[in-house]
């Protein structure tokens, strides 16, 4: 009981998780290689790049050389060239949740305060793995909203502004396992946004819609059957792909966005053409 006890303590202190990047990184790695991505290596944190970093960021003709997780090739590149496909990861935590103060962010409440604040008062036997508890999701508002898609905005923003508006960019985000009660919720949200939001799902036909739910369901269903969906649209920005990973009690759940704009921006020859087709 006391160590029940300390772990709703925990759960309700303001503290805040850190990241567990190199972790995510390197499943985002196993990742590729499992698909057969094409050759690539590591630009940030690479000391083969240290001595052209430093020139670069003296030089006043280029404005720094941007380094991304991961570059396609295994030559070593030259700074902000628009032609190299940079790939960079980023670890889907706890996000706007994990902050349990109740301010105008969540006029209805925090669900995940609220969440453990009942498990704590309440008698927790009568949650079982039959019968657990279900977090109840909230509409979500609008600074919600945009914290989902802050990182592709933001990423694909960077690595094309310096670069002449390149869409060579992927994105790939992984759920963190290094707190997966909360960070199951901005993986879940933002499954659940993109099939109601970016698919604009309400002005689907009536079947389109039904594969759309079905679809959801299979990626937010925790401890289930592996599951992979991709979808290749027009999509705003400057990016070619964007996946989604699972972790823990959604391990193998896997929503592939493919930006067609960016996409017909590469040769049908290009690797990574060929390895979007195939994925």
Not at 38 to 49: I, T
Not at 153 to 163: D, I
Request: without cysteine.
């Amino acid at each position: 009981m006391q160590e029940l006890q300390q772990f709703f303590k925990d759960k309700l202190s303001q503290k805040k998780v850190e990241n567990d990047s190199d972790n995510s990184e390197k499943f985002a790695e196993q990742f590729l290689n499992s698909t057969g991505f094409p050759e690539f290596h590591r630009v940030d944190g690479n000391h083969a790049y240290d001595e052209l970093i430093r020139r670069s960021n003296k030089s006043k003709r280029i404005k720094g050389m941007l380094t991304p997780d991961f570059v396609a090739g295994n030559s070593l590149i030259e700074p902000n060239n628009p032609y190299d496909f940079y790939i960079d990861i980023n670890e889907l935590t706890e996000g706007v949740w994990g902050n349990f103060q109740n301010d105008s962010k969540f006029p209805l409440g925090n669900p995940m305060k609220d969440m453990y604040e009942e498990l704590s008062k309440g008698d927790l036997s009568r949650f079982t793995s039959d019968k657990p508890y279900r977090l109840l999701a909230q509409g979500l508002g609008l600074h919600e909203l945009q914290s989902l898609y802050a990182n592709i905005k933001k990423k694909s923003n960077k690595y094309s502004s310096k670069r002449n508006d390149s869409s060579r960019f992927g994105l790939i985000s992984v759920m963190s396992e290094r707190n997966p009660d909360q960070s199951m919720y901005h993986f879940t949200q933002l499954i659940w946004s993109i099939y109601e939001d970016l698919f604009d799902q309400k002005n689907q036909p009536q079947e389109i819609q039904e594969k759309f739910f079905r679809e959801k369901s299979k990626l937010t269903l925790p401890n289930s059957k592996e599951f992979s969906a991709k979808y290749t649209l027009n999509f705003e920005g400057n990016w070619t792909f964007w996946i989604i990973l699972g972790r823990s009690m959604y391990e193998g759940k896997r929503l592939i966005l493919i930006n067609n704009i960016g996409v017909n921006k590469l040769h049908h020859s290009n690797p990574i053409a060929r390895w979007i087709q195939e994925l």
